[in-house]
């Protein structure tokens, strides 16, 4: 295991690859569940059934307690203990990756956060997608991300270099969320080229940047590259990802 300790534990980066470890194999786990839950209960609502069986929705005293409440508690949890013992190896790695699963349990419902309601197979639960997958994208990015100064380089010069860097990469990553490209800024904190390449290409139609600054030959041209197809594109994305909505509420 050489190579783990001189590519993952020399470099710092032993909490972030088991943060990110837990985060996936939560997220996929969690999705072949719910979804295997849906099928049960759509199958059983063709045949008349009960539809129960070992995978089932978890009620307390009538309540349905979506899985967001344990990953919060999980996240709490970690984070608590991480904060008061500081643990070695093995403590610091059961410790991320019980916050990465945490994480992706409550990430999996970010459209109930946003929306107050059980929209997790409705149009709107797609945020939900988008979530996970800007969060999985970030973990991956803290992982392989290497400091741009040495972490010795101490010299008035590096300093500068380094404060001015991350000025630039926080100014594209706004100019990406005031074009409407909340992701691709989130990303861009982290990932400079994407902060780059979001903040030099068209706004979203409906982004404050282009309400404001753009005229109308430019607004159609934004229109049309954030058209149907663009989000038929995203829509197939996170189907894939995440399973298709309920077509009763399909747009």
Not at 26 to 55: P, Y
Not at 100 to 113: N, R, T, V
Not at 222 to 238: C, I, K, Q, S, T
């Amino acid at each position: 295991m050489q190579w783990y300790q001189r590519f993952v534990v020399d470099t710092g980066r032993t909490a972030a690859l088991w943060v990110l470890i837990g985060f996936l194999v939560t997220f996929v786990v969690t999705r072949a569940v719910t979804r295997r839950i849906r099928a049960r209960r759509e199958q059983a609502e063709q045949e008349g059934a009960a539809g129960d069986g070992v995978l089932r929705d978890v009620h307390i005293g009538g309540v349905h307690v979506h899985h967001q409440v344990w990953g919060i508690l999980l996240v709490l949890g970690a984070g608590l203990l991480e904060f008061r013992f500081r643990p070695g190896s093995p403590g610091v790695e059961l410790l991320a990756v019980a916050f990465g699963a945490g994480a992706a349990l409550a990430l999996d419902e970010f459209a109930l956060w946003v929306h107050l309601d059980d929209v997790y197979w409705g149009q709107d639960g797609r945020k939900s997608i988008d979530a996970v997958l800007v969060a999985g994208a970030i973990g991956a990015a803290l992982l392989a991300q290497a400091t741009p100064i040495g972490p010795d380089d101490r010299s008035a010069v590096g300093l500068g270099i380094y404060v001015g860097g991350v000025l630039v990469h926080l100014l594209t990553a706004g100019v990406c969320i005031l074009k409407g490209k909340i992701s691709t800024g989130l990303i861009g904190v982290v990932v400079p080229i994407v902060a780059t390449v979001g903040a030099i290409r068209l706004a979203k139609p409906t982004s404050v940047w282009a309400r404001r600054r753009y005229s109308a030959p430019r607004l159609a041209r934004a229109r049309a590259r954030y058209g149907e197809g663009y989000r038929r594109r995203h829509d197939a994305l996170r189907d894939l990802v995440g399973g298709r909505p309920d077509p009763a509420d399909a747009p």
